[in-house]
Nanobody, 125 residues
Framework: QVQLVESGGGLVQAGGSLRLSCSAS????????MGWFRQAPGKEREFVAS????????YYTDSVKGRFTISRDGPKNTMYLRMNSLKPEDTAVYYC??????????????????WGQGTQVTVSS
């Protein structure tokens, strides 16, 4: 089983940038597709971005395209989310997860059995 720890969140002004990290433990982590979700206050958890097990395919939800970039470092078992041009509507707790069954990642959060504590991103106006 893969254990995931998110970090890198914080408070930033609109237009600023942050880079989130997701550190994975477990010897099979490099074979899994990985992705980011977020949950804003009073809203359901939603898909943000994903990267395939090989690192060759990435997907983004429409609201972050052109602003966020996902990447992974296989030897470190770490996934990153570079967030530029942040907007107040990006404010949320950001979670990462790993998909052991689908190489391009499944976007529905109900596919995942457990979640870490996430990292808080707050964007001020």
């Amino acid at each position: 089983q893969v254990q995931l720890v998110e970090s890198g969140g914080g408070l930033v002004q609109a237009g600023g940038s942050l880079r989130l990290s997701c550190s994975a433990s477990g010897r099979t982590a490099r074979s899994y597709a990985m992705g980011w979700f977020r949950q804003a206050p009073g809203k359901e958890r939603e898909f943000v971005a994903s990267i395939s097990s090989s690192g060759g395919t990435a997907y983004y939800t429409d609201s972050v395209k052109g602003r966020f970039t996902i990447s992974r470092d296989g030897p470190k078992n770490t996934m990153y989310l570079r967030m530029n041009s942040l907007k107040p509507e990006d404010t949320a707790v950001y979670y990462c997860n790993a998909d052991p069954y689908y190489s391009d990642f499944r976007r529905d959060p109900s596919n995942f059995r457990s979640w870490g504590q996430g990292t808080q991103v707050t964007v001020s106006s």
